[in-house]
C-alpha cells in the first residue's frame, strides 16, 4: 500500500482524528510522527505522510460546507422528547394478524407507537403503559426487550431530503457525549432516536448546536 493510501486509511477509519483534522484542531506535524509510529513505517517517511495529512485536511474543506448546511438544518429543526418508552424484538414467527391487531388498538387510543421488519424480526417501540400487553400476548416471541428509554423527534424541513450525511452527524453528536442511541426511525422529515432516559438532557444539549 502506498502512503498516501496508509495515511487515507489511517485517518479515515479514526472519525475522531478525521474531525479534529478537518476543523485544523490537531498539531499535523505531531500526527504525522502517530502514523509513523502505529503504522511500524520509516522515520525518513515524515515528508509524506505530513504531505498526506495536509491534502486529507485540505480535501475535506466541501465537507464543512456540507456542515454547515446540516447545522443550518438541526437549528431550523424541531425536537420533541417522549418519556417512559420500551422496545420489543419479536421472532418474525410471531402472528402478524395478532401484532397488527394490538398495534391498531394502540394507534386508537393515540399512543406512541412504531413497527419496523428486520431480515429475522420486528421492532416494536411504544409507550411503557404497553409493556404489559406485548408480555401478555408475544412473550414466547420476544428476543429482546428495552424499558427505562426514551424518544426524541427531529422534525425537519424538507430540505433534509437533499443533505447527504445528516444521519451521520446525529450520530456522531451523540456519540461525542458518550449516548447510546437504541433505536433509529425516519420518516420523510421526521427523524427519530430511541435512547436511554438518564442520556435525554445530554442528547437535548447535543442537538441543540
Known amino acids: 500500500m502506498s502512503l498516501a493510501k496508509t495515511v487515507e486509511a489511517y485517518v479515515g477509519s479514526r472519525p475522531f482524528i478525521r474531525a479534529a483534522l478537518k476543523e485544523g484542531l490537531l498539531n499535523q506535524s505531531a500526527l504525522a510522527r502517530r502514523v509513523i509510529e502505529d503504522e511500524k513505517l520509516r522515520k525518513t517517511d515524515f515528508d509524506a505522510v505530513l504531505v498526506g495529512l495536509r491534502r486529507f485536511a485540505e480535501s475535506a474543506k466541501p465537507a464543512k460546507s456540507l456542515e ?40 386508537e387510543r393515540d399512543e406512541t407507537i412504531h413497527l419496523f421488519h428486520g431480515s429475522h424480526t420486528f421492532t416494536v417501540v411504544t409507550q411503557d403503559s404497553n409493556h404489559a400487553l406485548f408480555v401478555k400476548h408475544f412473550k414466547p416471541f420476544v428476543v429482546l426487550e428495552r424499558t427505562g428509554l426514551a424518544e426524541i423527534t427531529i422534525e425537519s424541513g424538507p430540505e433534509i431530503e437533499q443533505i447527504p450525511g445528516v444521519m451521520a452527524f446525529f450520530y456522531s453528536l451523540l456519540a461525542e457525549r458518550g449516548i447510546n442511541i437504541n433505536e433509529t426511525l425516519s420518516s420523510y422529515t421526521d427523524t427519530i432516536l430511541v435512547v436511554a432516559e438518564k442520556d435525554v438532557q445530554k442528547a437535548m444539549e447535543a442537538l441543540r448546536v
Open 68 to 107: 454547515h448546511r446540516i447545522l443550518g438544518l438541526l437549528r431550523g429543526s424541531r425536537l420533541r422528547v417522549v418519556n417512559r418508552m420500551c422496545t420489543f424484538v419479536l421472532s418474525n414467527r410471531v402472528s402478524l394478524r395478532e401484532l397488527n391487531k394490538l398495534i391498531g388498538s394502540i394507534m
